[in-house]
């Protein structure tokens, strides 16, 4: 039954989403950039490395990115990970040394896990892209749903 799929799909989607955010966040605590008394949240960790692969470090911050990660931004800001500069209406994050230091941990962290990914779970770069272009639909389409109240 196509419903049931979906709502495993869901599920599965969560459930991994989850556990990312957690590894990368045990990675950085396993490297000692941070204390657990800096309540990070394990999505902090994942909206820092999407901050670090922006152009030139710096991510520009208007409505939804500010909206959606309001919290997150300003843990990070807390953390010394991030510094804020303002230019009339638009908020400009930029990656602190600390903050620099802590992406290229999660990121060296993602390289180690794709060849793991690769040799255990059995995923290939064949499987890698129909997942991609999957979730590219998925995407797309609820953001439809959203935009267009379908």
């Keep these: ?84 500069s303002r230019q009339e209406r638009l908020k400009i994050y930029g990656l602190t040394e600390k903050g620099r230091e802590a992406a290229s941990i999660v990121s060296d962290a993602f390289a180690r896990h794709h060849s793991i990914v690769s040799r255990l779970a059995a995923i290939n770069a064949t499987k890698l892209a129909s997942v991609n272009d999957a979730l590219s639909h998925l995407d797309r389409t609820w953001r439809d749903i959203v935009l267009y109240r379908l």
């Design 1 to 84: 039954m196509i419903e049931q799929d979906y709502l495993d799909m869901l599920e599965a989607l969560m459930r991994a989403h989850s556990q990312l955010s957690e590894v990368a966040l045990d990675e950085l605590f396993r490297a000692s950039c941070f204390d657990r008394g800096e309540m990070l949240e394990p999505a902090d960790v994942l909206l820092l490395a999407r901050i670090s692969g922006e152009a030139g470090e710096q991510s520009q911050s208007q409505g939804h990115l500010l909206n959606m990660h309001a919290k997150s931004l300003d843990r990070l800001e807390a953390a010394g990970f991030l510094h804020l």
